[in-house]
T-cell receptor, first 119, second 113 residues
Framework: GAVVSQHPSWVICKSGTSVKIECRSL??????MFWYRQFPKQSLMLMAT?????????EQGVEKDKFLINHASLTLSTLTVTSAHPEDSSFYIC???????????????FGPGTRLTVT | DAKTTQPTSMDCAEGRAANLPCNHS???????VYWYRQIHSQGPQYIIH???NNETNEMASLIITEDRKSSTLILPHATLRDTAVYYC??????????????FGTGTRLQVTL
């Protein structure tokens, strides 16, 4: 159990266009989902935390109007990169956390990532 | 969350045990030690976590020192597929929805023939 999927796995888009990335928890409900970004040879950087039914909380330096996050259900969160530019090219990874309490309750399960290339 | 310190890289021969150290000298009493790994171009994979007792699962063992200021992840019989970046993270569980996993630079483990 605890599988997280992302779609698409890779995408190429033109500068100025918008791209939507989906993150789904396949076999559990996730009240909280996280979006990370990873540039080549660097570590994962948390972009934002989203809670189902409420606005996302963005990390310092992340533009909320550029990276739109929607967490409309307990199994789906979306990240939309608006007006994409080449510097937005990166590996975007989502993570989902189960809702119930317990010693393993706050484990985060990660998706396989989405590689975005903006030309 | 407390910061961790890990060696940048390590090598290990296939079939031998890989011992990955992590220092977390400022860990708080309510913080757990988590280990994740990331194989190239994939999302991080959960390995193991613990509070103060040693833990073992099908993937690895986690040894935490008595003062909890450091820990060691042990892969008992490393294989080429264990080549990855290993992240040691400390995190409290009682912070509710505000709890976040913050990744450092990790240790790049290279398993060789």
């Amino acid at each position: 159990g605890a599988v997280v999927s992302q779609h698409p796995s890779w995408v190429i888009c033109k500068s100025g266009t918008s791209v939507k990335i989906e993150c789904r928890s396949l076999d559990f409900q996730a009240t909280t989902m996280f979006w990370y970004r990873q540039f080549p040879k660097q570590s994962l950087m948390l972009m934002a935390t989203s809670n189902e039914g409420s606005k996302a909380t963005y990390e310092q330096g992340v533009e909320k109007d550029k990276f739109l996050i929607n967490h409309a259900s307990l199994t789906l969160s979306t990240l939309t990169v608006t007006s994409a530019h080449p510097e937005d090219s990166s590996f975007y990874i989502c993570s989902a956390r189960k809702t119930y309490s317990g010693s393993r309750s706050y484990e985060q399960y990660f998706g396989p990532g989405t590689r975005l290339t903006v030309t | 969350d407390a910061k961790t310190t890990q060696p940048t890289s390590m090598d290990c021969a296939e079939g031998r045990a890989a011992n990955l150290p992590c220092n977390h000298s400022t860990i708080s009493g309510n913080e757990y030690v988590y280990w994740y790994r990331q194989i190239h171009s994939q999302g991080p994979q959960y390995i193991i976590h613990g509070l103060k007792n040693n833990e073992t699962n099908e993937m690895a063992s986690l040894i935490i020192t008595e003062d909890r200021k450091s820990s060691t992840l042990i892969l008992p019989h490393a294989t080429l597929r264990d080549t990855a970046v290993y992240y040691c993270i400390v995190r409290a569980l009682n912070t509710g929805t505000a709890s976040k996993l913050t990744f450092g630079t990790g240790t790049r483990l290279q398993v060789t023939l």
